[in-house]
């Protein structure tokens, strides 16, 4: 059965008829014919989202009945109702979750339709959910919407507790709090302890603008705490130059070493003299005196000042820890001191040795202070890797990489079976139709209890789906490394090849940087606001799809795998081009940035390309480099059946004037 065309007259008209039909028409558990109900759903699915169900009224008889019977109905039921839940009624959201709630988007549903009802003051409908699905869940807005209704409903012996524990928190709450914290001071229920608490907490969390609204509630003195607090975040300089003698206090310390952290980060010499100044004036404590000398003699390494190393062996014992030893390494190595190196490697415990990183740099200072039977030892053990440091000890060898393929062993009935689980098809689904980033969701709730050999299998099954992020990560949960054709796959070859031709690198770079950057997830976005295949910010794709006469529609174009990789490369390019073809610093670029790769150049000597990359400042972008060479070289060995060593893509690192002309 079907629901009559009626949607055309209007939206209420058609609520109306779909409410008469909806109990004989919700869809049954599998599809009659995916694949036209798969590409039924993508016509119509975004426009339904926006909250308009003409499109499916427009579909005819038959085409409706099959959109109803297909996997994803329920989606797209789920979508138009959390666009319309302002308009339908009450009863046509209690039916679908009531034959759906399980599902994903049902649940989503559920909470937007409570946040609807909290939002809207319907509170006794908002209660009966809050207490039956969310109650003791932590979410800020749903609590403080429940303690409204509380207020509304008179109950008030329950609110005092729960609103001060949402209170008390370091950061703005939301803005549902509000109406429940003005209850607590029109009672009485806030005083200066709760208030000198949360203020605590603010400072705490370094949220000095939040503290010094709380200081008004208290007194003045805590409002000037606050506004020195502010002083010292954004003049750390000034802050320490004109410290107060007479304010010997614990917050005052604590603001001091503030500052002095804070300024470390622009210019660890600066902070140093800063702190060797106060230092002696006021009665830090021991765990404070520790802190701030580890760290600005951290960030004297990282920002390759001249005198770093001796400032990382003149830290007291207590303040020695492996971050210290590693720092104390990489200057080592970065001035070529291999005994010292050798020293450094020593002094650190026994895990932190085992690292390959270390075991390699071991192996070479051995090399370079004439112990040349041990450290050929090392690096002969080293070559077993399929690792960075395994192709780089190759290297040293003169040895063939250990490029070694097993393919993943799989029943097809097992397959069979993981494919016909309900939360395996439509995870599925999700992913063929474009709804990837709800599809990964599924996908991983449904593999999350599966057994080790199941999950074996799901890796197989999503590389053969085209499911290249999911393939990777479940086969790397499990440790199964040999099967490189799941872990690193070759997805949009041809767009590859022919958008890196255009910008004159190789396809492998590229494919080493997409698979870096998203595993070969189109619509992934980073926390810093990168997207797509290559992690594009939007304001650099704009830029480069101008060079390049690219239209450009912001998110549409991002995650758009042709237009992505077109842009990607094409900026890939740049990089390279802006560094002489310096593969190694154009890597580093794409991911932290030229200037900042600017500022890391030697400033005289040329260095070695890999103590190079052993120092750069950022841990994200020292890894995010080896990854990227590594897998460029294992893309490469896949595409053209030849291993290409590593070292011949580590020329020597440039000073700066002339990286710039050989750029030119």
Avoid at 398 to 412: F, I, K, Q, V
Avoid at 552 to 561: A, R
Wanted: charged share 25%; glycine share 8%; proline share 4%.
């Amino acid at each position: 059965m079907h629901c009559k065309d009626s949607n055309r007259h209007g939206l209420r008209h058609f609520v109306g008829a779909v409410l008469a039909c909806l109990a004989a028409w919700c869809g049954p558990a599998h599809a009659d014919d995916p694949a036209t109900g798969r590409e039924l759903f993508q016509r119509v699915y975004e426009t339904v989202e926006r909250g308009d169900w003409s499109p499916v009224g427009d579909l005819s008889a038959r085409e409706r009945q099959t959109l109803g019977n297909y996997l994803l109905w329920p989606d797209l039921r789920a979508a138009w109702l959390r666009a319309n839940l302002g308009s339908v009624p009450a009863a046509d959201i209690d039916a679908f979750l009531a034959r759906h709630g399980t599902l994903r988007p049902a649940r989503e549903l559920r909470y937007r339709y409570a946040l609807h009802l909290g939002r809207g003051a319907e509170f006794a409908a908002f209660q009966d959910l809050y207490e039956q699905f969310y109650q003791g869940s932590g979410v800020a807005t749903l609590d403080c919407l429940s303690l409204q209704a509380e207020i509304a409903a008179g109950r008030h012996a329950r609110i005092p507790g729960r609103a001060i524990e949402l209170w008390l928190v370091g950061r703005s709450q939301v803005s549902e709090c509000d109406p429940v914290f003005d209850y607590l001071r029109e009672n009485d229920l806030l005083g200066p302890v709760e208030y000198r608490k949360r203020f605590a907490l603010a400072i705490e969390a370094r949220e000095f603008r939040l503290a010094r609204w709380l200081g008004r509630s208290i007194d003045q003195a805590h409002v000037d705490a606050a506004a020195r607090w502010m002083q010292a975040q954004s003049d750390p300089q000034g802050f320490l130059a004109r410290h107060e003698r007479g304010s010997d206090s614990d917050t005052y310390r604590a603001q001091l070493a503030y500052a002095a952290e804070r300024l470390t980060y622009r210019d660890p010499l600066a902070a140093l003299r800063g702190w060797e100044t106060i230092e002696p004036q006021y009665g830090f404590a021991g765990e404070q005196r520790l802190r701030i000398r580890r760290h600005i003699a951290l960030w004297a390494a990282r920002d390759n000042l001249a005198d770093a190393y001796r400032l990382l062996e003149d830290l007291p014992d207590a303040a020695q820890n492996t971050e210290v030893l590693r720092w104390r390494a990489r200057t080592s190595l970065r001035e070529r001191n291999w005994q010292r190196l050798l020293a450094d490697i020593g002094a650190m415990g026994a895990a932190e040795r085992e690292r390959e990183e270390w075991r390699y740099w071991h192996a070479v200072a051995l090399q370079r202070t004439g112990h040349a039977a041990a450290a050929e030892a090392a690096f002969e053990t080293l070559a077993t890797e399929r690792s960075y440091y395994g192709f780089l000890a190759a290297d040293e060898l003169g040895a063939p990489y250990a490029l070694g393929h097993e393919s993943l062993a799989a029943s097809d009935a097992a397959l069979a079976a993981l494919e016909n689980k309900p939360g395996f098809a439509r995870a599925r689904e999700l992913f063929l139709v474009g709804l990837e980033g709800r599809g990964r969701s599924e996908w991983d709730a449904a593999v999350r209890n599966l057994a080790d050999d199941e999950k074996m299998h799901a890796a197989v099954l999503a590389h053969r789906w085209g499911w290249h992020s999911r393939a990777i990560a479940v086969a790397s949960s499990l440790g199964a490394y040999d099967d490189l054709a799941i872990r690193y796959p070759l997805p949009w070859q041809e767009l590859f090849e022919t958008a890196s031709t255009a910008a004159s690198i190789d396809p492998t770079w590229a494919y080493g940087v997409a698979r870096s950057e998203s595993l070969f997830m189109r619509d992934v976005r980073s926390r810093a606001g990168a997207i797509g295949l290559m992690q594009l910010m939007p304001t650099t794709g704009k830029r480069v799809a101008r060079q390049l006469s690219l239209p450009y529609q912001g998110l549409g174009t991002l995650t758009d795998p042709a237009a992505n990789i077109r842009l990607g490369t094409s900026y890939l390019g740049q990089m390279a081009e802006r560094f002489g073809g310096n593969r190694v610093l154009a890597t580093a670029a794409y991911n932290a940035g030229p200037q900042r790769v600017e500022e890391w150049l030697p400033r005289h000597e040329p260095e070695d390309a890999r103590a190079w990359i052993e120092n750069i400042p950022f841990n994200e972008t020292r890894g995010y480099v080896k990854r990227v060479l590594t897998a460029e070289t294992i893309f490469h060995w896949r595409m053209t059946g030849n291993a290409r060593r590593l070292s011949d893509a580590l020329p020597p690192i440039v000073a700066a004037p002339a990286v710039r002309l050989a750029a030119r």
